[in-house]
């Protein structure tokens, strides 16, 4: 029995009990909360927003350091490893069905909904009797003119940046990686200060973008479906960027604190796919959102 036991701990490893998912369910509902409230204008103010966010940002750095501390401690053995890397695989799966229902509501209703309305397919002219006059043109906030005239953000402007960006950073990152499996610490770190770097500067870029398309475009959330599915698409991206920018912050810490080896470094892969998978669903929105 006793032999069982021992071989049963090395490869399974239970944590001590935790309240930080509580903590952060609870983070997390006053931060959506609070958004959703202040969309609909009805609130009590900012404060459940910044709360929330910054109890969450806590949280995860405070659960980072330690599975960290778990990790550096030889508390991890390869089946462990193995469960990691099957949990983040289904994770990044998750976030695919997640973006794509938003791509899916986008195709609907540009493909689908909007020609039916203009009069396409239909037999008995509802167009004619539900919106007369309405012309079928995407970009569109729809039959209504839903929050008034607005304008589109040209694709090769801002956008175009953040692509360039984005991908650049997917090279500095599989520069880090490279050079953390080859020993070559100091350079490892420079590199992923420098994906850091590019994450930030995406962000500050997004922010400004919002704030032409709010005050010099007329491109709101009430922009009919256009500015809905726009806002919710890049919105969603641009809140897993900055998730993923302090993830990037927290492992390139680690490795100035010397963790990570070269053949054992999951919390930093983990974190390169999720970066990667940031990336590439990016660039399908500058080509479906900003291009077409």
Known sequence: MGTQAAQKSERYFVPQP?????????????????????LEEDHIGPIPIYAGLAVAIYIIFRWFRGVALESE????SAQVGRTYRWGMSWFIFSEVMFFGAFFGAL???????????GGEGSKIATNLTLWP????????????????AFKTIPAFSVPAINTAILLTSGVTITMA????????????????WATVALGCAFLY????????????????????IY?????????FHGMHVTLGTIMLISITLRLMSGHF???????????????????????????VVYWL
């Open 227 to 235: 500015g809905s599915t726009f806002f919710m698409l890049t919105g």
């Open 107 to 117: 195709f609907y209703a540009r493909e689908l909904s909007l020609p039916w309305l």
């Open 18 to 38: 935790s309240a930080w998912p509580f903590v952060l369910t609870a983070s997390l509902i006053a931060l959506l909360g609070g958004v959703s409230a202040y």
């Open 133 to 148: 006059g309405f012309e079928a043109h995407w970009p569109s906030n729809g039959p209504a003119q839903l929050g008034g």
């Open 73 to 76: 401690g030889g508390m991890y």
């Open 261 to 287: 080896k070269p053949d054992s470094h999951f919390g930093f892969e983990g974190v390169a796919w999720y970066w990667h998978f940031v990336d590439v669903v990016w660039l399908g929105l500058f080509v």
């Open 205 to 224: 870029l997004q922010a400004h973008e919002y704030i032409e398309a709010y005050t010099e475009l007329n491109l709101t959330l009430r922009s009919g």
């Open 177 to 192: 990686h490279h050079a953390l499996k080859a020993s070559k610490r100091g350079a490892c770190i420079l590199w992923m």
